[in-house]
């Protein structure tokens, strides 16, 4: 089955605890996708790739890293956590072009910093 | 600057009513993808279209119709006779056509009630 897959589903942790949220798709898409929800502000995208060893920063990449190794892995890395950093993140990944070009989201992790 | 508008925050129907969710964008570009994602309450983002700048034509899927409008940068998407499982948080988002960034609306919460 196609699919984006993220783990932790549900993560608790301390602030300043390093942690790793992974994500990973099978469907050899070019380009991943890091996303944080918050209530009223929709999806903000934090980092992004377009293709292994090529990432960029979104729109709130600070507090943040991530790499691209390989092409079916996209780790999310939060070297110090903040509770501001509290959120509901989505990896997203897509070909770059073709008739399947749009987002295929895997299923969130909720991150609770405390 | 690249902005996505979704002036609803929340909409409630009746069962068998229609409904439009607006959307409205700013782009310098004068090529950009436009879709919409679906938000149901079990959290998931589910793929609903995409749209290039290219193409005006209105697509019906179902009771699905969406509406693209260059002139007043307008991508509004309307439910016919809505059901109690359309329920969800619609978001609109666009994209550069060189594909490295998204932007999301901040969505719209539709309820439908029996």
């Known amino acids: 089955e196609a699919q984006v897959t993220q783990n932790p589903r549900y993560l608790i942790t301390v602030t300043g605890k390093k942690l790793t949220v992974t994500c990973s798709q099978n469907?050899?898409?070019?380009?991943m996708s890091w996303y944080r929800q918050d209530p009223g502000l929709g999806l903000r995208q934090i980092y992004y790739s377009m293709n292994v060893e090529v990432t960029d920063k979104g729109d709130v990449p600070e507090g943040y890293k991530v790499s691209r190794k390989e092409k079916r892995n996209f780790p999310l890395i939060l070297e110090s956590p903040s509770p501001n950093q509290t959120s509901l993140y989505f990896c997203?990944?897509?070909?770059?072009?073709?008739?399947?070009?749009?987002?295929?989201f895997g299923s969130g992790t909720r991150l609770t910093v405390v | 600057a690249q902005k996505v508008t979704q002036a609803q925050t929340e909409i409630s129907v009746v069962e068998k009513e229609d409904v439009t969710l607006d959307c409205v964008y700013e782009?310098?570009?004068?090529?950009?993808?436009l879709f919409w994602y679906k938000q149901p309450p079990s959290g998931e983002l589910v793929f609903l279209i995409r749209?290039?700048?290219?193409?005006?034509q209105n697509e019906i899927s179902g009771r699905y119709s969406w509406n693209f409008q260059k002139s007043t940068s307008s991508f509004n998407f309307t439910i016919t006779a809505s059901q109690v499982v359309d329920s969800a948080v619609y978001f609109c988002?666009?994209?550069?056509?060189?594909?490295?960034?998204?932007?999301f609306g901040s969505g719209t919460k539709l309820n439908v009630k029996p």
């Open positions: 997203a990944s897509s070909p770059l072009r073709g008739p399947d070009y749009g987002y295929t």
């Open positions: 988002a666009l994209s550069q056509y060189n594909f490295n960034k998204f932007y």
């Open positions: 469907m050899n898409h070019e380009y």
């Open positions: 749209r290039n700048s290219f193409d005006e």
């Open positions: 782009t310098r570009d004068t090529t950009y993808y």
